[in-house]
Nanobody, 125 residues
């Protein structure tokens, strides 16, 4: 059972930056990969960024060039660096994992059995 814990959310003004962290309970180099999702109340959860086990990344078009997903295997942590934040980025952000080599951002949430509790990001004008 993979356990995930997000941190780093908060309130920021538009144009600012935040870095989210996802600490996972076992080395990612084993058999799973991680992606970031977000959800606004009343809307479906959407994938934001994905990180394959071989390091290949994928991004939602609206965050491409502003968000960066990365990992620190020594710390068992996956990060989501978010720059040039916009009000539309306001959401609860979740990291999720699945036992696969591939974690594209556009895989449906149902394909990820492991989830963190979420961290709130609020961007104001």
């Amino acid at each position: 059972q993979v356990q995930l814990a997000e941190s780093g959310g908060g309130s920021v003004q538009a144009g600012g930056s935040l870095r989210l962290s996802c600490a996972h309970s076992e080395p990612q180099t084993r058999s799973y990969c991680v992606a970031w999702f977000r959800q606004v109340p009343g809307k479906e959860r959407e994938g934001v960024a994905g990180l394959d086990r071989d390091g290949i990344t994928s991004y939602l078009n609206s965050v491409k060039g502003r968000f960066t997903i990365s990992q620190d295997n020594a710390k068992n942590t996956v990060y989501l660096q978010m720059n040039s934040l916009k009000e539309d980025d306001t959401a609860m952000y979740y990291c999720a994992a699945r036992r696969s080599s591939y974690c594209r951002y556009d895989y449906p949430p149902s394909q990820f059995p492991y989830w963190g509790q979420g961290t709130q990001v609020t961007v104001s004008s």
